[in-house]
């Protein structure tokens, strides 16, 4: 079934090209197409284009579609090539000619533009809540090892003495700004499509309003050109925001790869969590973190992809959008699964004492020493000369007792303060709204 096909079959090698993957990326947008299609029919009957019994009849109808999609009894037949042909062909062989007025005052186009809204809006309420945890596991090993030192480095030079307490809650706070970016897509996705049909909006007397409020959109896109100029601009914001959270698991994957490594010999791991060789018998490999590094480097990359797939469009709906789906749509799962995985290997992290004991360590202490003589009255050019030359001629001397009490310092880390923070970006996501008007729609 072809929503669009008149009198003349499509060529099939047409037809093939052009569905492409919907049909399995589809099945990701099914529960979200009913709800985008039971709030238009009350917004319909509200305005005189469905009775009463027509929007009962197919309020049910749809209900118990959406009961289907999340038993997992639910796929678009053979034939069909997207979901929303599939809903209206499920209506249509159920109620008849009532099954066909759903379609009524609205486009694929704009359907599709409010089934990845709600899509992206679940989503990211589902990575909010589990980077947060990995928030939580961060600042919990930030506190438990806040004592137990480690080298900084600058350059991959020895630099200064840092912590383990220092490099968890770093990653922490890291997290914080990554989920103040993805609130700020969560804004832009927040907000209601339907209505702008085919880009140009309907001679129908329809209220967009009332479908904004029954979806729990805080508003809608008013103008309905630029409705439709969203699509790849939301997806590409969201990758972007993405690719932010990607990053921080990155570069702590590639530290943890570093520590483990044993010239570093800084942390280690269950037996069972790490890999061995096929000929080494003495190997245990970080592969968990090397895959997350290369996960969410490819995560990175796909903001790039997104802008260039859009890049020359003009306004207007084109066919090149239907692609985003492939690269978007699986990238949360990726994501879900680095975040565990993460999560899995830090909660059973184990850490080295005493690392900066190891005299191969004393010049971390060098600006300790320098800070020292600056306390006790020398200029800080002079105590730098001078602990420079100590250790040019061997006599430098040196004490491992650190004493940094300035906020978020090793002294002194602030997480209540970060996590104060990162309590500050969760309530302005405002997910229970959400929630509520969506409960309220498919009871």
């Known amino acids: 079934m072809k929503l669009w096909q008149k009198d003349k079959n499509v060529s099939s090698a047409v037809e093939k090209f052009t569905v492409g993957k919907d049909k399995e990326l589809d099945l990701y947008l099914a529960p979200f197409d009913v709800l985008g299609s039971l709030a238009h029919i009350k917004m319909l009957q509200s305005v005189g284009l469905l009775s009463k019994d027509e929007l009962g009849t197919l309020e049910s109808e749809l209900k118990d579609i959406y009961k289907k999609i999340h038993s997992g009894n639910f796929k678009l037949d053979e034939g069909v090539e997207d979901i929303h042909s599939q809903i209206e062909l499920l209506l249509t062989k159920k109620l008849g000619d009532v099954g066909k007025k759903i379609h009524s005052a609205r486009s694929r186009n704009d359907q599709v533009l409010v089934d990845l809204k709600l899509f992206l809006r679940s989503e990211i309420e589902k990575l909010v809540i589990s980077t947060k945890d990995f928030f939580d596991l961060l600042i919990e090993q930030s506190e438990k090892y806040k004592d137990d030192l480690l080298p900084g480095y600058t350059h991959l030079q020895l630099a200064m003495p840092s912590s383990f307490g220092l490099w968890f809650g770093a990653y922490a706070e890291s997290l914080v700004d990554d989920l103040i970016t993805l609130q700020a897509a969560y804004q832009i996705v927040n907000k209601n499509p339907l209505g702008s049909a085919a880009g140009y909006g309907s001679s129908f007397p329809i209220n967009r309003k009332m479908t904004t409020e029954l979806l729990g959109f805080d508003d809608l896109n008013y103008n309905v050109v630029y409705a439709q100029m969203g699509r790849g601009k939301s997806e590409r914001i969201v990758a972007s925001s993405l690719a932010n959270i990607a990053a921080t698991l990155s570069k702590l994957s590639m530290d943890a790869c570093l520590f483990l490594n044993q010239n570093f010999?800084?942390?280690?791991?269950?037996?069972?969590?790490?890999?061995?060789?096929?000929?080494?018998?003495?190997?245990?490999?970080?592969?968990?973190?090397?895959?997350?590094?290369?996960?969410?480097?490819?995560?990175?990359?796909?903001?790039?992809?997104?802008?260039?797939?859009?890049?020359?469009?003009?306004?207007?709906?084109?066919?090149?959008?239907?692609?985003?789906?492939?690269?978007?749509?699986?990238?949360?799962?990726?994501?879900?699964?680095?975040?565990?995985?993460?999560?899995?290997?830090?909660?059973?992290?184990?850490?080295?004492?005493?690392?900066?004991?190891?005299?191969?360590?004393?010049?971390?202490?060098?600006?300790?020493?320098?800070?020292?003589?600056?306390?006790?009255?020398?200029?800080?050019?002079?105590?730098?000369?001078?602990?420079?030359?100590?250790?040019?001629n061997g006599s430098f001397k040196y004490e491992t007792k650190v004493a940094h009490t300035h906020e978020g310092s090793i002294g002194n880390l602030q997480n209540d303060q970060i996590k104060k923070m990162m309590n500050t970006v969760l309530q302005q996501f405002n997910f229970e709204k959400v929630n509520n008007a969506l409960e309220q729609l498919i009871r």
């Open 265 to 392: 010999d800084f942390i280690s791991f269950p037996e069972e969590l790490t890999t061995g060789s096929s000929i080494m018998p003495h190997k245990k490999n970080p592969d968990v973190f090397e895959l997350i590094r290369s996960h969410c480097n490819r995560i990175q990359a796909l903001p790039n992809e997104i802008m260039l797939m859009t890049t020359n469009l003009p306004s207007g709906y084109h066919r090149d959008l239907q692609l985003l789906k492939e690269h978007l749509i699986p990238a949360f799962q990726d994501m879900q699964n680095c975040l565990k995985m993460a999560g899995l290997m830090i909660s059973n992290i184990q850490v080295k004492e005493n690392l900066l004991q190891d005299e191969k360590y004393k010049y971390i202490f060098s600006v300790e020493e320098v800070n020292k003589l600056v306390s006790e009255g020398m200029s800080f050019r002079d105590a730098y000369k001078k602990i420079g030359a100590d250790i040019e």
